[in-house]
T-cell receptor
Framework: EPEVTQTPSHQVTQMGQEVILRCVPISNHLYFYWYRQILGQKVEFLVSFYNNEISEKSEIFDDQFSVERPDGSNFTLKIRSTKLEDSAMYFC???????????FGPGTRLTVL | GQQVMQIPQYQHVQEGEDFTTYCNSSTTLSNIQWYKQRPGGHPVFLIQLVKSGEVKKQKRLTFQFGEAKKNSSLHITATQTTDVGTYFCAGEDNYGQNFVFGPGTRLSVLP
């Protein structure tokens, strides 16, 4: 069964460094999403992406965040200058249609030191 | 690795009927969360269960965490059309290392 994959599974970085989190959505899906979960808290929506542009973003998704679909398969989340409070699990999801169920990846645990 | 399964995958009910979705984990969980995603929307947090055997209610929704902390259920009494959506469970393992979403149960409510 097709699944969403994410790399790396765990990323450790120094405060102020840039990180890129990678996701490979399900191949025929057109809608892509990033979510964040700070340890022990609920999952929060960051951004949705369709047709090579952001379709919706939350207040969390500020100027330090960006998303890109650099090729036909990858979907990336870049954090330009990481802060301690960016430490969280980052989940990627994809769906075939806007109103369809989203399929979640396994997540990347980001630790900012 | 940890796996979280949900059944059924789809459920169609007549308005007024009850609905239950079941969530099963391959490993013991420290806690479980439930989310609802309306068509076209994003998963929205409903509740978190932490204690073995815990039961929590939110109006017509009843959430239960199994005694072994490996399974959970969400029961909706007398469904309404506003209940339409996909219900996800998500569980965290005992080490706080893995948080895994189930595949979701899509609920359709026919008026």
């Amino acid at each position: 069964e097709p699944e969403v994959t994410q790399t790396p599974s765990h990323q450790v970085t120094q405060m102020g460094q840039e990180v890129i989190l990678r996701c490979v959505p399900i191949s025929n899906h057109l809608y892509f999403y990033w979510y964040r979960q700070i340890l022990g808290q609920k999952v929060e929506f960051l951004v949705s992406f369709y047709n090579n542009e952001i379709s919706e973003k939350s207040e969390i998704f500020d100027d330090q965040f960006s998303v890109e679909r650099p090729d036909g398969s990858n979907f990336t989340l870049k954090i330009r200058s990481t802060k301690l409070e960016d430490s969280a699990m980052y989940f990627c999801a994809s769906s075939e249609f806007a109103s369809d169920t989203q399929y979640f990846g396994p997540g990347t645990r980001l630790t900012v030191l | 690795g940890q796996q979280v399964m949900q059944i059924p995958q789809y459920q169609h009910v007549q308005e007024g009927e009850d609905f239950t979705t079941y969530c099963n984990s391959s490993t013991t969980l420290s806690n479980i969360q439930w989310y609802k995603q309306r068509p076209g929307g994003h998963p929205v947090f409903l509740i978190q269960l932490v204690k073995s055997g815990e039961v929590k209610k939110q109006k017509r929704l009843t959430f239960q965490f199994g005694e072994a902390k490996k399974n959970s259920s969400l029961h909706i009494t007398a469904t309404q059309t506003t209940d339409v959506g996909t219900y996800f469970c998500a569980g965290e393992d005992n080490y706080g290392q893995n948080f895994v979403f189930g595949p979701g149960t899509r609920l359709s409510v026919l008026p």
